[in-house]
């Protein structure tokens, strides 16, 4: 994960880091953008998708855990931030057709359509925010590149054409670390919440946590477990097994940041 | 863990079973006595030891979290129950002398000075209950036997003469037990909280989890991991390596019942 760059460094909030996008001065991660705001994965689809994708959002809210849905054909999301237009203010997007991600393109008004609806899921750049103040490692962000993440051999509730495997994150810890990561997370179901698994990744279909399916592989020591958490990769997933038509998400890491602090999604 | 005989069946609150303990009608262990009810751990020191033990138990809250602390030479704990009289409401209790366990016996007038204070720490049973409301499997209440226990290689905080190793209680169960179990006991500060360890015995010390040093060896299945907590033994081990002229605890198991609902320690 890169951080922000010299450049970025007056991206200090939500608005200021969505202008920069829609200027095209941002490329690539938004990780370390704007600290203290919460960021989140992109999903759009047609309306005529949407109740299918809402159900299947609500029976998976570890994968799934929605902040924000947009009236149709409108690309904004004022509840997430003022003057927020999906169409511009993310670094990068990619354009789904047939289950399949056919571009990769910086600004996505020329596949806006009346019949849009935009879905924002809660990313772990949040609850990673929360762990690093309390002095815990992050492997990743130590290592500078993107989070490990695995398809797992658990399957997602289906709701109507949506189905797929949960995706997950992983995070090596020393088990004190790990307990505590527990506890802190778990005030974040906003932010897909406790990990859903830890220390015994056969059991979840993971053979080998040096060879993630997306991200980067990282350093696993002996004296560390391997901690998964649900990963909003999931919808990207069940994009692709479901053969969509067509469909727009964010690109991998870079994420739409709102006016929201990531402090208010915590339940405790 | 035995669990309560049809003969108990009546005991459904502290205030009965102390006064059934009083009356020599309860042998060996509380498990399983006046569900919903906080049981404690007891140690009882002379006053000029007194102020040694609670820095220790401040320096150690994970394995000594102290709910009721007496006036010196006063047998009663008004807060914790009604009529409580720790010299004679808990089924069975240990002398010791000079560091080592002179008696067993059913009753400690005999042995009670004017100079005694009395402390209860909480105890593992409280959110053991909160565990199994959860559908959580305890394996050492379904095998019937007593918590297997272990010292540590880790060292307790030293306070004045009170020192010695870290003694955890272990249950093993599935990961995604251990998270929720995690959670659940991170409710229960005063009854040693969210575990210490999961996953890697060998890095607290912890050589083999099939043999205990105190209590009784349970199964370990291959699909689980090894969650250990803060045990309420610690603070008798601390009595033995400090050589301490003259102390009674409670003997294992024989906790001492209150008035005080286990619910009411929850912090959330």
Redesign the interface.
């Known amino acids: 994960m890169e951080t922000a760059s010299a450049a970025h460094s007056g991206l200090i909030d939500g608005l200021s880091v969505r202008r920069a996008c829609r200027a095209g001065a941002v490329r690539g991660t938004t990780a370390g953008l704007a600290p203290g705001f919460a960021q989140g994965n992109l999903v759009i689809l047609p309306v005529a998708d949407a109740t299918d994708f809402l159900r299947f959002a609500q029976a998976n809210p570890r994968p799934c855990p929605l902040i924000g849905v947009s009236e149709a054909g409108d690309p904004h999301l004022p509840a997430l931030g003022a003057d927020l237009d999906v169409r511009t203010d993310l670094p990068g997007y990619r354009i789904w057709r047939d289950g399949e991600c056919v571009a990769e393109v910086a600004d996505v008004r020329q596949f806006w359509r009346k019949d849009l609806v935009s879905f924002v899921i809660g990313c772990s750049y949040s609850f990673e925010e929360a762990l690093l103040e309390d002095g815990v490692e992050i492997r990743h962000i130590s290592e500078g590149v993107k989070v490990p993440m695995f398809r797992t051999g658990i399957s997602c509730a289906p709701a109507g054409k949506f189905r797929g495997p949960l995706v997950v994150s992983m995070r090596p810890l020393k088990?004190?670390d790990?307990?505590r990561a527990?506890?802190i997370t778990?005030r974040y179901p906003a932010m897909h919440g406790?990990?859903?698994?830890?220390?015994?990744p056969q059991?979840i279909g993971v053979a080998d946590v040096r060879r993630p399916d997306y991200g980067d592989a990282v350093t696993v020591r002996d004296?560390e477990?391997p901690v998964f958490w649900a990963c909003g990769v999931t919808p990207q997933a069940a994009l692709v097994e479901s053969n969509l038509p067509f469909a727009i998400t964010h690109s991998p890491g870079s994420m739409l940041v709102t006016d929201v602090k990531n402090r208010s999604y915590a339940v405790?």
């Open positions: 088990p004190a790990a307990i527990i506890q778990s406790a990990p859903v698994h830890i220390g015994l059991q004296d477990l405790i």
